[in-house]
């Protein structure tokens, strides 16, 4: 049973080892579910209840169900931005090696489908002393020495403290409900076995180490000791404890193994083989604002083996003798450079020269011992090649070639999908009962990302059959223009309107109101003509005896004329002559009576 949190976290990295499938999805308990019948998704693994001891099927962080029918891809995808930057340790951790004071880590985000908003957060794990004392986690903001960048995609370490290094950690997780910005107090956290084994996908782990301090070479036999003060400053309350790592965080072997706690340095009195490698000393103390003790520093020893010599004794010429791949007098050994002196490599094999050896090595896409053979690699087979996920993957000799399916386009590393027509919708329902009226159907062009273009339409109409005829209701046209009067003044004007626009047809209602309006014509006098009234009688002569004039008049006024009407034609006024010339007078008996002769006058 591992004794410590550290223990845990080292075996996590252990089981996310370089020479495992990275890919793999950890199930330790795998063969009890199948024993017992219990099928799980595969994305979920099989898991043992601590209470009952029943197995269960169980996704994997990030994904949601019920570990047998479905588990649910995480909506989002952690990847760290630049993979060269870490060394290859396992599935969402990033292994850093600090050579400068300013380390950045830098990760990218993907999403597939809708989903809410969400965002990137930054935390600090510190690796508590355990059982005593429990483990922390510290959700991180911009300060003096942390600076957050590119949307929180980034994080930027200006310094770099003792307690940043393994096993303390950092990483950047996907949150869809953010904490408030300012950074959070340390809470208590525990990484449990289920996360170690299956780290999810929202979660990208950073894990920076030193370089090892290099002690010897020492010979199997030799004491070495190893204090601690001459490396690192340690306070009265400081707790070291030392572990043996069979490699740096532990990525090979089994799980690191406590060699001694609470001692300032060890002494190991003949070095055998098992104790050569990796010793790492662990520092535990208290730390402002975190209640327990809690990894403060570490210092990562190597303690090398002179693998040149063989020595029975005091080491002198007498005693000792190079290893094969060295050459000298015994004490002092130097390696030979097999290549320079010709091997028995294969003619396409390379000669690389290593410390007391050599390697014969295949040429790329070969494998075998380089000696006696070198096959071709399948890769297609052992899925070693880059092809797209939408190529087919054709092995040749010494390498492998990658041609998109059909479909799809591209150069076989990189295919887009064509673009093509979806399948038709279903026609739509014909909604009305009479009358015309047409269905459609659509489809839809896909994957405009590729640039094509697909040919022929997007929708198509048809006719609705056997639809009768629906019932026209009338409309009446418009007005016609307004009749002449029917006098000259005064009199009454019509206009109509006909039933045809359109007319009622398939039992429709007739149209409603008037077919004909009639209007007065604009009220206005007519013309009288002027007419003359009756001559006044003659005045009176004016003379007894002799000639005179006399005159009569009439009026125009009956009636006169209005209106625009004729003037009386004519004349209104007239003059004549009255009695007698004054020769005649003496003639007369009888009383004069005058003669009037008419003459008109203008």
Not at 6 to 16: A, I
Not at 146 to 159: C, E, I, Y
Not at 390 to 403: F, I, K, W
Request: proline share 7%; glycine share 8%; aromatic share 10%.
């Amino acid at each position: 049973m591992l004794s410590t949190l550290l223990d845990f976290f080292l075996f996590f990295l252990l089981r996310l080892a370089a020479t495992q499938n990275l890919s793999k999805i950890q199930d330790p308990y795998k063969q009890e579910c199948v024993e017992r019948q219990i099928h799980c998704h595969q994305k979920a693994v099989c898991q043992q209840d601590e209470l009952t001891l029943d197995f269960y099927c169980r996704c994997l962080p990030g994904y949601r169900g019920d570990g047998i029918r479905i588990c649910q891809d995480p909506v989002f995808r952690v990847t760290v931005s630049n993979a060269s930057a870490c060394d290859d340790v396992g599935v969402q951790v990033c292994h850093l090696m600090v050579t400068e004071p300013n380390v950045t880590f830098n990760v990218s985000v993907s999403t597939s489908g809708n989903v809410p908003p969400y965002i990137v957060q930054w935390y600090k794990f510190y690796s508590g002393q355990s059982p005593q004392f429990n483990s922390y986690r510290r959700r991180l903001g911009d300060t003096l020495r942390v600076v957050m960048g590119h949307h929180g995609l980034a994080l930027t370490l200006l310094s770099i403290k003792e307690d940043d290094f393994y096993p303390n950690l950092f990483w950047a997780e996907v949150r869809l409900h953010p904490s408030p910005d300012k950074p959070a107090k340390a809470e208590v956290y525990d990484l449990t076995v289920f996360e170690m084994l299956n780290p999810s996908s929202l979660r990208y782990y950073f894990v920076l180490d030193s370089r090892p301090i290099e002690l010897g070479e020492f010979l199997e036999g030799d004491a070495v000791a190893i204090y601690l003060p001459q490396y690192l400053q340690l306070s009265p309350s400081s707790f070291v404890q030392w572990t043996k790592e069979p490699r740096p965080m532990a990525v090979l072997g089994s799980s690191p193994v406590v060699l001694v706690d609470a001692t300032e340095g060890i002494e190991i009195g003949s070095l055998k083989e098992q104790d050569f490698g990796y010793i790492r000393a662990l520092v535990y103390d208290f730390s402002p604002d975190l209640p327990g003790r809690v990894l403060v520093a570490q210092r990562l020893f190597l303690v090398k083996k002179d693998i040149s010599k063989t020595c029975v004794g005091n080491r002198n010429a007498a005693n000792c003798y190079c290893k094969p791949g060295f050459e000298g007098n015994g004490v002092h050994c130097v390696d030979v450079d097999e290549c320079a002196d010709g091997t028995s490599c294969l003619p396409e094999a390379e000669c690389v020269n290593i410390y007391g050896s050599y390697l014969c090595r295949c040429p790329e896409g070969f494998e075998g011992d380089g000696r006696v053979t070198c096959i071709d690699v399948d890769e297609c087979i052992k899925g070693s090649h880059s092809c797209n996920r939408d190529a087919v993957c054709l092995n040749t000799l010494g390498s492998y070639d990658c041609m998109c399916q059909s479909g799809f386009v591209g150069d076989g590393i990189h295919c887009r999908a064509k673009s093509t027509w979806t399948p038709w919708s279903p026609w739509s329902v014909c909604s009305a009962t009479c009358g015309f009226q047409n269905r459609i159907r659509i489809r839809r062009c896909t994957h405009p990302e590729s640039g094509m273009r697909c040919v022929g339409p997007s929708a198509d109409l048809k006719p609705c059959l056997d639809l009768p005829s629906c019932p026209v209701d009338g409309h009446w046209s418009e007005w016609s223009p307004w009749s002449m009067c029917t006098e000259t003044c005064a009199g009454v004007k019509e206009r109509i309107r006909t039933c045809d626009s359109p007319g009622p047809s398939g039992g429709g209602k007739p149209c409603q109101g008037e077919k004909v309006q009639f209007a007065m014509c604009e009220s206005k006098p007519c013309p009288v003509d002027g007419g003359w009234s009756a001559w006044t009688s003659w005045t009176p002569c004016p003379v007894s005896c002799g000639l005179a004039i006399v005159s009569r008049t009439r009026q125009c006024n009956v009636p006169a004329p209005k209106h625009g009407g004729k003037t009386c034609s004519g004349h209104g006024y007239e003059e004549g002559s009255c009695g007698f010339p004054a020769a005649f007078c003496q003639y007369l008996t009888k009383p004069y009576e005058s003669t009037i002769s008419r003459k008109p006058v203008d």
